[in-house]
């Protein structure tokens, strides 16, 4: 015999939704299912939303008493199989996610939080918005001018992977270091991009300036990073490659600005990370090309 709802409906049926049709969750309990989904234990969902275990336990008897459901494994077989917006097909690498990324966004087990300064059709900065580490615009398939937002290490399937390999704690703490480099980099970005404006207008003039921002910066990222050395040891970050990967950073910012903000770690930097950290820095998969928008903006951080 089939398990039923509190209102006879059939459980094995049930398509569990956020919003629309079919049997609704509260807002938590979609985030709760989402992480769920993508293999996170309750501890590590509980840690992720800063709430206690027994709270998520909580979340998941309720549904299911309100929903009939037996455990755990059906709630998230139910929800992986809900209904998505649209009905057409998507690539299966897109990011589902809506954007832009609200503060504290913690449904991706993938994400890695970083801010994008973004410019106006005079390259002039109009401010800095929240986006995540592996987001990219690519080609919809069979066409040459619709895009769509990909995440670069693939799809759902892929990102789990990912996650687990680096270890979804340790991504989280990773996170939350890099925004607050983000948080310290801003105004010297902000100054920077002043800077190289007035550079163009005036014939190359302010390279000294530029450079004393520069020093400064990495003055502060220094005794960021040193204050933080402790958590950096535990994650398996070498603070001496860490600051190697920063400044690298930002002097192709100021060589390339933020017209390129995709490069990779070269091998003699990445050689100085331990093994097990080593595929956060190349998270992209191999294989064919693939075609990018040109962003009028950049990663920063």
Known sequence: MR?????GDDAGNNELTAGGSGPRVTPRQAQILELAAAGLSDKQIA???RVTHRTVRTHFENLFEDQGIRNRSQAIAIWSRRPTQGHKARPADECPYPKPFPPGFVECPA???????????SHRPLGAVWTCRHLESRLMP????????ACAIGDAAARRRWS????????????QLRQEV???????????????????????QGSGQMQGVVDEFMTEMLRLLQARKTVL???HLPLRAVLQLVRIAIDRFVEQGLSEPEWEVPDEVLTQF?????SYFRPRHTGGSVEKLDYTGGEIA
């Open 111 to 121: 994400y890695e939080a970083t801010q994008m300064v973004t410019l106006d059709i």
């Open 182 to 204: 983000s948080a310290v980099s801003g105004p010297y970005i902000q100054r920077l991009i002043e800077l190289k404006n007035a550079q163009q207008a005036e014939a190359g």
């Open 274 to 278: 331990p093994d097990d950290i080593r």
């Open 142 to 149: 069979n066409t040459d001018y619709r895009w769509y937002g």
């Open 233 to 235: 040891d535990e994650l």
């Open 3 to 7: 398990d039923r709802g509190k209102n």
């Open 164 to 175: 687990a390999a680096i270890g979804v704690d340790r991504l989280y703490e990773i996170s």
């Open 47 to 49: 840690r992720r939303l």
